[in-house]
């Protein structure tokens, strides 16, 4: 369903970023790609091939002001839109004007806290706001009593909501939130370029940022049991984040840095043709201790649909979309002793690898092909 006579507003804070692919692809994608965006201004990658017109979101003036004085001149907008980040009365005239200029008829923001950020703008021109929540904004970002406060107030004013999982609307409706219509939607990945390519039966990988949610320091001790039985398998740990130095010396110090390689952050086309050549893909997902998760990770969506042998965690989505011993296999969270016995299972029968890869390759197609996702999205919009 595409309507060319006007425009989808995509909402985000960080645009052109290699790390969120679903934004690019919903900025280039939904509505045959008729939208534009709007964005923080210091969160702006521009890349001259998209063309869309870009409204970048400046921070407002009394940010400038110390902590008390700032939350004085607040609290009005606190008292009556149940948030305070959101555009002073000049941004949001000008806003109002770009969604006007460009015959924006409907906004999806990226996150739940853009889109209540969004929503006092765009409700007062008679524009509905869509929002998506895909893990920390219905996660640790629960744990602020502003923010529970704000959900609580806006959402239900909200046209509708999308979760990329359905623990996210779960951990909404617990605070008590309530909305006028709610859909699950994994962010999907694009099955014709996540493709299968020649396997290595000895490559690993592990492609996410190095923070504790994603405990990669448990992936390294697990691998580093291998090493011994298996001396010819690889790792190759793909992305950048505040924990990668340490697991740079954890890897030393387990002896295993020459098996091992950090290859930074990469661009999509790099990940793309590791996960094509990979046997395995490692993400041992975790609640990290402010209690911030994971939606439905897009990596393992991506992995899914290359033919890799996924091995994760029961957090979060990913249960909800993986079954265990069919097209994944998972674990429990910080169950080292389990991941490594997996791990080796897994090496030692290359007809259960086989098998799994098949129906991971299969499922991602039949549930997670971004296509057919964004159809889904664009019937409930548009």
Known sequence: MVHSNYKIAIVTGTYGATTETFVTRHVNHLNNGMTVVLCNVNDYYGDSDLEKPVFRIKKNWWSVYPGLIRKLIQLPRLIYYGQTWMPDSKQKKNIQLFLKKHRVKSVLAEFGHHGCMILPVAEEIGIPVYTYFRGYDASIKLNDLQVRYTYRNLIPRMAGIFAVSPHLLKNLKEIGVKWNQAHVIPSGTDTQLFTPGKKDPNLLLSVGRFV??????????????????YPNIRLVMVGDGPLLEKCRSLAITLGIDKSVIFTGAQPHHVVRDYMAKASFFLLHSVTDDNGN????????????????????????????????????????????????????????????????SKNARNDAISKFDYHKLYKKVESIIL
């Open 212 to 229: 504790e949610k994603k405990a990669p320091d448990i992936t390294l001790r697990a691998f580093a049991k291998m090493v011994s039985k």
């Open 293 to 356: 998760t994971e939606g439905f990770p897009s990596v393992i969506q991506e992995a899914m649909s290359a033919g890799c042998v996924v091995v994760s965690t029961r957090h979060g989505g990913i249960p909800y979309f993986i079954t265990d011993g069919k097209s994944g296999i998972l674990v429990d969270e910080f169950d080292l002793t389990a991941y490594t016995q997996i791990l080796n299972n897994l090496l030692l029968d290359t007809k259960l690898q086989k098998s799994i």
